[in-house]
């Protein structure tokens, strides 16, 4: 049956030419799909997408915030604040921020943390040399989160060091894949699911505005 397994994308993956010119793979951070990636794409190096990694970091915060504070997620006012990197709020919206999280130290020590892995997150560009410098500093941050309630983040985004430091360096990402995952979701909502694979195939190339023909160079 066709799906999203190694075992449905086995024989697509062998037969696919030019493998082994792959470079650089971006990806979410799926296990399953990054051995996938290591078997048929020896030659490249993963790097993690960005979007995917600080919403992996924007979920986890918000279930120790339902944890230090159930109905605090209720104030929409205040989940907008919470969600949004603190650098870009204003003052009167800081010192609100603030006033509630005096309330909460435990909170307020895993928000600012927050923030700080935040900051590691977005840097994009960066040269060798500062990213040198910035890897120890990461690598302490990760270790205060390994001893604080986000542990289970900490040991996620260690097992994806590599991949997420690579971040810094690279700015590709797979928008452009997400924004066809999102149209083909669309399309199956519409349709209430499709019975026959090739004509849900079909559809989604005609959606995606795809002719068929791989122009090679």
């Known amino acids: 049956m066709l ?20 470079r650089v793979i971006v990806m979410d951070l799926s ?26 970091v924007n979920q986890h915060f918000l279930k120790l915030w339902q944890s230090q504070d159930p109905d605090g ?19 009167q919206q800081k010192a609100r921020l603030h006033r509630y999280l005096a309330q909460y130290p435990v909170l ?9 892995l935040a900051g590691f997150l977005v840097a994009r560009t960066v040269k060798a040399r500062r990213a040198k410098r910035m890897l120890p500093r990461f690598l302490a941050l990760l270790e205060q989160f390994d001893h604080s309630p986000a542990y289970s983040l900490a040991s996620t985004l260690k097992s994806w060091l590599e991949p997420i430091v690579r971040m810094w360096r690279f700015l590709k990402s797979n928008g452009i894949t997400e924004g066809f995952h999102t149209k083909m979701e669309m399309l199956s909502r519409r349709a209430f699911g499709f019975r026959n694979f090739e004509n849900y195939r079909m559809r989604v190339l005609a959606q995606c505005s795809w002719n068929g023909v791989i122009n090679r160079v």
């Open 3 to 22: 799906g999203r397994s190694e075992a449905s994308l086995r024989g697509y993956l062998k037969r696919l030419p030019g493998r082994e010119r792959v």
């Open 31 to 56: 296990e399953t799909y990054r051995q996938i990636a290591r078997r048929y794409f020896p030659n490249a190096v993963i790097v993690a997408d960005r979007f995917h990694v600080i919403r992996l």
């Open 73 to 91: 997620r209720k104030n929409r006012g205040l989940l907008s604040l919470m969600r949004r990197h603190h650098w870009k709020l204003g003052e």
């Open 108 to 116: 307020q020590s895993l928000y600012f943390a927050k923030q700080q």
